[in-house]
């Protein structure tokens, strides 16, 4: 049974930047694809990033480009989301997945089958 843990949310201004952290525990996702996804309020859950399981492959929802970047440490059992330049659209509960069965890049929210408790984001203008 594994289990994911995200980390670094926080109330920011708009034009800062915050790196969000997932660890996984109880076993690895070194072979999953894994991805960032954010829900704000009455709104439904979207992906913001992806990631394949080497790393190599990344890929971003059209409103972060050039702002965001995913990262992954397999050696760590540790993912990252740099964001930069936030804006107050940002603002969401930001969650990070895992997809077992899958190991390129994947969009489809049931693919994921591992999903952190989510940490808020709160970008003030």
């Known amino acids: 049974q594994g289990q994911l843990v995200e980390s670094g949310g926080g109330l920011v201004q708009a034009g800062d930047s915050l790196r969000l952290s997932c660890s996984a525990f109880g076993r690895t996702f070194s072979s999953s694809a894994m991805g960032w996804f954010r829900q704000a309020p009455g709104k439904e859950r979207e992906f913001v990033a992806l990631?394949?399981?080497?790393?190599?492959?990344?890929h971003y929802t059209d409103s972060v480009k050039d702002r965001f970047t995913i990262s992954r440490d397999n050696n760590r059992n540790v993912m990252s989301l740099q964001m930069n330049s936030l804006k107050p659209e940002d603002t969401a509960v930001y969650y990070c997945?895992?997809?077992?069965?899958?190991?390129?890049?994947?969009?489809?929210?049931?693919?994921?089958?591992?999903w952190g408790q989510g940490t808020q984001v709160t970008v003030s203008s």
């Open positions: 990631i394949t399981w080497s790393g190599a492959g990344t």
């Open positions: 997945a895992a997809a077992s069965r899958v190991r390129a890049l994947t969009a489809v929210i049931s693919d994921y089958d591992y």
